[in-house]
């Protein structure tokens, strides 16, 4: 079965009823001038709790105290010497 492909203007008028369809696992897709530009589709069982953001990582990275001053002496180097950085 083919996915739906709603035009925006129909999407927004009839957001509410596409959002239960999609809600119910009928995903279709919003389109510009016939172009497909986005999906929409139900989140996972557990709603957006499951969804990752940004800083799932964190405390596994590690970040150097002087990250901002890496390079220094090169960009320097490039800047006040007149050395290139490309071959």
């Known amino acids: 079965m083919e996915m739906q492909v709603v035009n925006i ?22 389109a ?25 990582m964190a405390g596994e990275v590690v970040v150097p105290d002087d990250f901002d001053a890496m390079g220094t002496e090169q960009i320097e180097d490039y800047f006040f010497n007149n050395q290139s950085p490309l071959p």
């Open 9 to 30: 203007h129909e999407a927004k008028t009839h957001l509410s009823r596409l959002v239960d369809e999609a809600a119910r696992g009928n995903a279709f897709i919003i």
């Open 32 to 56: 510009k001038a016939g172009k497909p530009m986005v999906k929409v589709s139900p989140l996972p069982e557990g709603g957006a709790s499951d969804v990752q953001r940004l800083g799932f």
